[in-house]
C-alpha cells in the first residue's frame, strides 16, 4: 500500500529552492489540497515575482507568471472570466504581496474577490540576493539594512492579516507557519479551508505562511527554523485573524 | 443598410466592443474617456458581461491580463497619463503574446498636463509603449463611425496575431457625436488553444508567461514575434487617399487633424493649389509605401499634427527624406485651424519645394 507520494498536481521535476527552503513543503501542501478536492482540473494558478517565479512549471494545473505584484489583479481578471469554473489561487512572496502589490492585495481582499491567496512571509528578499522585505523584522540585518532595519530610518514591518482584518471584505485570514511537523499539519489544514471556500463561493481567503530562508538570513536551515520559532512567530502570531462564516475577527482565538 | 444612431465616439467604442464579444471591461476613471467606463457599467450587467472598477490602471491592465490568459475578448481604456500606467501590463501582455484592446483617448502632456486633446502619445503607442521589443497594433480614427469598425476590426486583428491592438483616439473623437451604423463586420474569433481555462486533467497544462531565462531561447522569441510583426506590415496596412491623383503637396494627418487638413485642401484647391492628404489609419504598421509612391510627384510634405512633431519623423522615415517635410502643429491640447494648414499649404507651393 502507498502511503505517501508525490501528489498528483505538483509536476514531477526537481525544483531549483536552495537546501532548507520551505517552498518545496508549501507547494506540496497546496497540490495535496487540489488533489484532495479534485479541482487540479479546473484550477489556474498565478505565480510571482520572487524566489517562486518559476512555480509555474511546479504545478500541474494551468498556470499564469504575473507582473510583480500583480496577482491579485490577475486571479481576479481569471475568475471573472468563468467565476462558476475556475480555481483561482495566487502563489506570492512578501514583497510581492506586501509591497509592490499591497494596492492589488488590499483591493482584492475589500472586493472578497473568490480567490485563494498563499503568503509567503520569509521576511527578506530572496530572488534578488536578500534586501530588505516590508515585513523584515525591526533590527534585522539584510543587504540593504545592513546595520540591522532601524525603524526610524524606514518604519516598521506589515503585519499583513492583521491589516486586512480590519476590511469588511475578506473571508478568511490565517496566518501559519511551517517551521516544524505540527505547523506544517496545521498549514495544511488553513489553506485546504482557503480552497474550500473558494469552491463554496464564500470569498477571499489569504493563508500567510511564516517561512524561513536559510542562504539569505546567513543560517542553517536547522538554525533558521529555530530563527522562525524565536524571533518570527512571537512578531508575526499564528492563528485565525478572520473567519466571517466561524464569526472571528482580529486573531481572537490565538 | 441599417439605420445609424447619433452617438458620442466613447459611446461608439463601447457598443462596439459588446457587439465585437467582448464582455469583460476593466478601467479607471480619466478625462476625457470617462464615457466608455460609464457606458460599459450601464450595459455590461444587462447582458451576463463584467464591468469592474479597479483600483488603478495597473490593477485594470492586469485583470486584463487574465481575462486575456482564459481566451476571451476584453478591453480597458485610459487618457494619455493612464496608458503610460499600464505600460507595464502591455510589455507583459506583448511577451505573453496574448490578445487585447486598450483604448487611449488623448489628452494633452506630458505629467498631468491637461484634458484637451491631443496626438502625443504617438511615439508611445507606434513605438512600443514599454520596456522591451515589441509593438501594438495602432488605429488612429477619424469619426465616430471609425470608432467603432476600427475596435471591432481591433479585436480581431488582436486575436489573429496575439498581440494588443490600441485605438489611439483624442478627446475629439471620444466626445464628438455623429451618426453612426452599428452593422459591423465582426469576424469568428480563433480557437485558442493555449488559453489557462483548466486542463480538465485531458491535456498538459497551460503557461502564460513572458519570462525566458536562457538568452538563446528569449532571442528566439523575438525574432518570432517580429516575423509575425512583418506579416502584418505586409498585410495589415490602412490608409485613406485624399485628392492625392494630382497633388504636388502631400499633407500627413491623422484623427481629427486629418479632418481640419481636408478643410484646408479644399480651400486651397479653389485657389489652384494641387494638395492632397495620405491619412494614416494604421499609425503601426505605417503606411510607408504611399508615402514613398508620392514623392514621384510630391514637392512638399507637411505634417498636421497635435504635438510637437511626432509622426512627422515616420513621414520622413517613408519618403526617405527624398523632399522637404514641414510641420503643422499645436499642442497641450489645441488643434491646429484650417487657415494655419492653408498658410502651410501656400508657402510649401511658393516655394515649390526648394527649401
Redesign the interface.
Known sequence: MVVFDKPHALADLPMHYCPGCTHGIIHRLVAECLDELGIEGQTIGIAPVGCSVLAYNYFNCDMIEAAHGRAPAIATGVKRADPDNHIVFTYQGDGDLASIGMAETVHAAARNENITVIFVNNAIYGMTGGQMAPTSLPGQVTQTSPYGRDTNHCGFPIKVCEMLSELDGPEYLERVAVNNVKNVKAAKKAIKKAFENQINKKGFSLIEVVSSCPTNWGMTPQKALEWVEEKMIPYYPLGVYKDRTAGIVKGADK | MADKVLMKGNEAIAEAAIIAGCR?Y?GYPITPQTEIAAYMAKRMPKIGG?F?Q???E???I?????????G?R?MTSSSSPGISLKG??LS?LAG?DLPSLVVNVQRGGPGLGGIQPSQSDYFQATKGGAHGDFHMIVLAPASVQEMADLTVHGFDLADKYRMTSMILADGTMGQMMEPVSLDLNVKPMPEKPWA???????RF???????SLVPEELEELNFKRYQRYAEIEKNEVMYEEYMMEDAEICIAAFGIASRVAKNAIVEARAQGIKVGLIRPITLWPFPKAPFLKATEKVHTFISVELSMGQMIEDVRLATECRRPVTLVNRAGGMIPSPEQILEAIKNAHKNGGAN
Open positions: 469583460h476593466f463584467c469592474l479597479a483600483e488603478s495597473i490593477a485594470a492586469n485583470m486584463v491580463y487574465g481575462v486575456a490568459s482564459c476571451l476584453v507595464e501590463g507583459y505573453a489557462t481555462t483548466g486542463t480538465k486533467l485531458e497544462h497551460n503557461i502564460t508567461n513572458s519570462l
